[in-house]
């Protein structure tokens, strides 16, 4: 079965009020997660090291820089914390931009929902959902990510396009 990731990401105004409804659902909450992803110059996509806790995780994606409910080519390679990983990156293609955060993270079945405070950027909700454990279409995936936009009654002018990385460096222009 071919992985398919389809995502979405909204600027949010009263970050309570969404985690008030996030709450209420009849979701799983993993908790607060502190977060540092480092961008490294690639030719193609994003590569990402994300570091938190005892997670750690190379991450490679390819997505279109579009408003709404979007596909996304990904790869995760998890492993043990090694700060040799984020050294050898480094000095292979040089560090893009770090992003630090706050993430709130739910979870209903295959869909997961990101509630995240991004120093530098504010607060955001991303909702994720992936076929890796149920046999969905790009359609059904894509639905599924409509439902929580209804849900949290998001505005399509709340929209992100990018990523937070983008969003950092469009500060430092």
Do not use: W
């Not at 970050?15 to 030719?43: F, R, W």
């Not at 991450?59 to 995760?76: E, H, M, P």
């Not at 504010?122 to 209804?150: H, I, K, P, W, Y």
């Amino acid at each position: 079965m071919e992985l398919i990731n389809v995502e979405f990401k909204a600027r949010v105004n009263n970050y309570e009020a969404v985690k008030c409804k996030l709450d209420s659902l009849p979701i799983y909450c993993e908790g607060d997660l502190k977060q540092v992803d480092t961008y490294y110059n690639v030719p193609k996509g994003r590569v990402k090291l994300r570091e938190y806790d005892s997670y750690n995780s190379l991450i490679y994606y390819n997505r279109d820089n579009t408003a709404g409910v979007k596909q996304s080519d990904v790869l995760y390679y998890k492993h043990e914390s090694d700060p040799a990983l984020g050294a050898i990156l480094e000095l292979q293609f040089g560090i893009k931009v770090k992003v630090a955060k706050v993430r709130r993270k739910y979870v209903k079945d295959n869909v997961s929902i990101h509630l995240d405070s991004v120093e530098g950027l504010g607060c955001f909700v991303e909702v994720e959902a992936c076929n890796s454990e149920v046999d969905l279409t790009l359609e059904e995936l894509r639905m599924q990510c409509d439902e929580f936009f209804n849900l949290l009654q998001l505005r399509k002018e709340d929209l992100i396009d990018v990523s937070y990385s983008d969003l950092l460096l469009r500060q430092e222009i």
